[in-house]
């Protein structure tokens, strides 16, 4: 990352950024390019992300900065930690929501079995979190005018991904909360937008039912190939940035160009080999989702 160009594009500025873990993790990425940019960065996550991610080892990264532990969940937590952000760092310009998970998903409840207790907290862990900070970081007056609210989306929010299962619910309710706190944020020039980024491998990512098979798929049907989750990161800098001042309520791809395509010459090819492969049409049970059966 040193030999990277920087422009210093979030010089004088202060924000948080929810949820990262590790390196593999987008926030961790987030973090590390907007203090490279020139930002003042504080980090958030739960506390047990202390015992099983390298959360010290960013804050190190970023100019020994300052950790706050909270559980987005939970109202008093986000108060709490605001409140303590407000204390080490002061206002802030900009806020990041990298925040999601689903215990239904990591257990392979199929959707159509979902245990709701499980699914109300997918909802909301990675959902009504974002409501949640925007709202309590209002009440404690922590979020400067004309700042830039991010948060991480994906593509099932609008597509069925069959093992994305209740996520795909959980991202539809996050950018359905940026549109409902857009226009509310606007009258102080604030922005909220949300990012859907390629499959990436992190640790959340990684434990999605047959993950490794989205990833290869979509980077072969994306003209530009999977976005790294670095380069997700860089993206994220332009959004936290004046650059983008008049973008708001909206969900930006950063995909390759994979939600813009119908399909491409090979994987059509490929489809089409399949189909007349009796075996191994089988072998991937091509018959059970036949509509014409």
């Known amino acids: 990352m040193p030999d990277k160009a920087h422009y210093g594009l979030l010089k004088g500025k202060k924000g948080i950024v929810f949820g990262p873990l590790d390196e593999s993790s987008i926030g961790w990425q987030i973090a590390l390019h907007a203090y490279r940019e020139g930002a003042e960065v504080a980090i958030s996550n739960i506390a047990t992300a202390l015992r099983f991610g390298n959360i010290q080892e960013l804050a190190e990264s970023c100019g020994n900065a300052p950790v ?3 559980d ?3 109202d008093e937590d986000v108060d709490k930690a605001f409140k303590e952000l407000s204390e080490k760092l002061g206002s802030v310009d900009f806020i990041v929501h990298s925040i999601g998970m689903s215990q239904n998903i990591r257990k392979q409840v199929p959707y159509e079995e979902l245990n709701y207790e499980w699914f109300m907290k997918t909802l909301n862990v990675s959902g009504i979190s974002l409501h949640r900070l925007v709202s309590f970081a209002l009440k404690n007056d922590v979020l400067n005018d004309g700042g830039s609210i991010l948060a991480l ?3 099932a929010s609008q ?3 069959w093992t994305y299962s209740d996520m795909g619910d959980a991202k539809s309710l996050l950018e359905s909360i940026v549109r409902s706190y857009g226009p ?3 009258k102080r020039g604030i922005r909220i937008n949300t990012i859907s980024q390629s499959p990436t491998y992190t640790k959340a990512g990684s434990g999605i039912p047959g993950f490794e098979k989205m990833h290869e798929y979509s980077d072969l049907m994306s003209p530009l190939g999977n976005a790294s989750a670095e380069e997700c990161a860089e993206y994220a800098v332009t959004l936290l940035s004046d650059l983008t001042r008049k973008v708001t309520m909206q969900n930006l791809f950063h995909d390759g160009g994979y939600s813009s395509m119908g399909a491409t010459i090979p994987m059509i090819r490929l489809a089409d080999e399949a189909l007349h492969d009796e075996e191994l ?3 991937v049970g091509l018959e059970d989702f036949s509509p014409s059966k």
């Open 72 to 74: 987005a969940s939970k």
């Open 184 to 186: 509310r944020l606007a």
């Open 281 to 283: 049409a089988a072998k």
């Open 68 to 70: 706050i532990m909270c």
């Open 153 to 155: 989306s994906y593509i």
């Open 159 to 161: 597509r069925n991904y």
